[in-house]
Structures are given as C-alpha cells and as structure tokens.
C-alpha cells in the first residue's frame, strides 16, 4: 500500500493564511518523506480568488529540497498554459534537485478564464499539448532541434532518462486515446476512472504499445483520522464543505467528464459522500484493510485552508497509531522508507 499527501493551496478566507498554508505544505512533505510516504501531489490552477496553487514548481522546488525520497507529481499540471522551452528548462531542473523524483500528469485545462488569462486559445488546445510533448522529448536529449521555425537547445538536461515519467489526465474518453497516443502512462480523473482505463489499454493495443500497468487506485478524497470524529467533523465541515461546492463548480466549465465533489449543503450531506471520511485509528486500518496492497492512502492535510494543526495532529495519529498496525499487516513494509 501507498502512502500519499496532495495540495492545491486553496486559501479561502475561512482558512489559515496562505503564508501558514505553504509553510506547512513544504513541512508536512519533509515529515512524509521521514515516514515512508511515496509521493506528494502538487496541484495547478491560475486566477482562483482563494490562490489555488498558481506556481507548483516553485512549490515542489521547496519540497524537494527538503526531502531525499518522496517523489513529487504534479496533478495535474495545465501544461498547454507554459511556454514548451520553459517548462523543459524547469522540469528538468526540478529533476535534477530531487535527482529523479519529478513525475507530472499533464492535462489541457477546463477553465476558459486561465486560457484568456494567458492569452492562448482553448480551441488550440489538444494540439498544443502535442507541441509541448514533443518538444520536451528533443529538448531532453540536451542536442539542438527545430522549433518553431529556429535552431534552440535546451540545458540542463533532467537526470532521469529518456524523460521523467509523463502521465495524460482527463475526465473525458478522448483523453484516453490522447494518453496511450502521447503519455507514458493515464491518470483518469474523476468518478469514471476503471472505465476510462479500460478504453486506455485498448488504444495502447490497438496502436501496438505496450500497457503499463495501472497506477495504484488513490483515495479517499479527503481522510482525516482522529480520536474524536464528532468533534472533528464540525471543524473540519466548513473547509470540505466549501473544497467540494467550489470543484464541483468548476467542474461545470468542462462541460464533459465527471468529478469526484459533489454539492452539499450540510455536514449530514458531506457524511453521505463516501470519498470524504473521518476514521478512529481502528477504522482507518480496517479501510487499508479492505482497500487492499495494491492501493494508495492519500491525505489532504491542508484542504479547504485548514488550519495546519489540525492536519497535523491527522498526519502525527495515522503514524503512531495506524502505519505500525499496517506494516504488522503486511501491508506496508515494516519501517519502509522511514528515517
């Protein structure tokens, strides 16, 4: 079993200040990495009120400093919205502190104000994720190549090779043939995801590629544990409430695809949605216990601007309480990845 942590920064004015926010998002990404966690999810959006995370990079390039493990995976990154020279000169940056721990999901972004923001046209979009693609594979190599018309090289190059690991995102089917078509592997986003997986491996045979295996099914949305879940369930209402109207919203402008937030108007709503649980430590290994080896435990200590001590007395119960019984289990090796 896998253990994860993910950030989008949110910081809507019921929250900790966005300054006590990413102060504890790079801390809590060095305490994972001290306590086995694989990999952090950095997540990327531009113009939000509440400051959704605009500049992951800079924010991975503060966690990989501070940790010599986890791997950081951008999810997603809204790549068509960077310039392709750019964003080599970055990832392959970013590569080369965390020396191989940079992976991304790419996607070609839902929100028509990012795109007007940045003056590209949505309608270009697909394509220029293929421009982008391609780019990042001949700036890579580190040798002069053609782009756009003039002879550029891209330096430095990144340490994994041929290339860090590129994910295809999406909520839609198309996004599945663009992966096995582009991507070294699928993320599918939202409700539809064994579905939207199953069309992946059948483009990737169809096109004569081979079919990686599937990622490690992540989950819940939000997990909170606690000694007390009635006492925490009341703090912690107003920042999930608010996370899942305000991704539901947005969810709206793809106009294809599902999500995994849904609109609630009350704490007995949010209880009803079975991705966002507040578990005992009993009940929490009990749900390891049902999800199985081959799955993934993800956090998200932060969300909805939740004040940081509340993740972390989340985060501190989960090591002390559950991580042991997991490597008694067998489900996690014991002391695996754990300084």
């Known amino acids: 079993m896998r253990l994860s942590l993910r950030y989008d920064m949110r910081a809507p004015e019921i929250g900790a200040p966005a300054a006590d926010l990413y ?68 990832l392959a940056t970013l590569d080369l502190i965390g020396r191989g721990r940079v992976e991304m999901t790419m996607g070609i972004g839902y929100r028509p104000d990012e795109f007007e923001m940045f003056d590209v046209p949505m309608k270009r979009r697909v394509k220029i994720l293929e421009e982008i693609i ?45 992966a096995a078509r582009l991507g070294d592997n699928y993320y599918p986003a939202g409700s539809d995801k064994d579905r939207l997986y199953g069309l992946f491996e059948a483009e990737c045979v169809r096109l004569g590629r081979p079919v990686p295996p599937r990622p490690a099914p992540a989950g819940p949305l939000f997990l909170h544990v606690t000694d007390d879940p009635e006492r925490d369930w009341q703090r912690l209402a107003p920042h999930l409430m608010y996370t899942t109207n305000m991704n539901a919203q947005w969810a709206k402008e793809r106009g294809t695809g599902t999500t995994g937030y849904k609109f609630v108007e009350s704490i007995d709503d949010l209880k009803t949605l079975p991705d966002f649980v507040v578990l005992t430590p009993d009940q929490c290994v009990d749900l390891a216990r049902s999800r199985g080896d081959d799955s993934e435990l993800m956090f998200q200590p932060l969300m909805g601007g939740l004040p940081p001590e509340i993740g972390w007395q989340s985060l501190e119960l989960f090591a002390s309480k559950v991580l042991p019984r997991l490597e008694e289990s067998g489900l996690r090796e014991a002391g695996a990845g754990r300084s």
């Open 134 to 178: 391609d780019t990042l594979d001949k700036a890579w190599t580190g040798e002069p190549f053609e782009f756009r018309g003039r002879t550029v090289r891209v330096r430095p190059m990144p340490v994994t090779r041929p290339r860090p690991p590129i994910y295809i995102g999406g909520s839609a089917d198309p996004s599945a043939a663009r």
């Open 23 to 90: 102060k504890a998002a790079v801390e809590q990404a060095a305490w994972g990495d001290t306590h086995g966690f694989e990999t952090v999810y950095i997540a990327e959006h531009h113009g939000a009120e509440d400051g959704y995370c605009a500049s992951p990079m800079i924010l991975a390039g503060a966690m990989l400093g501070r940790s010599t493990r986890i791997h950081v995976h951008f999810s997603a990154l809204v790549a068509v919205l960077h310039d392709p020279l750019r964003l080599a000169e970055d």
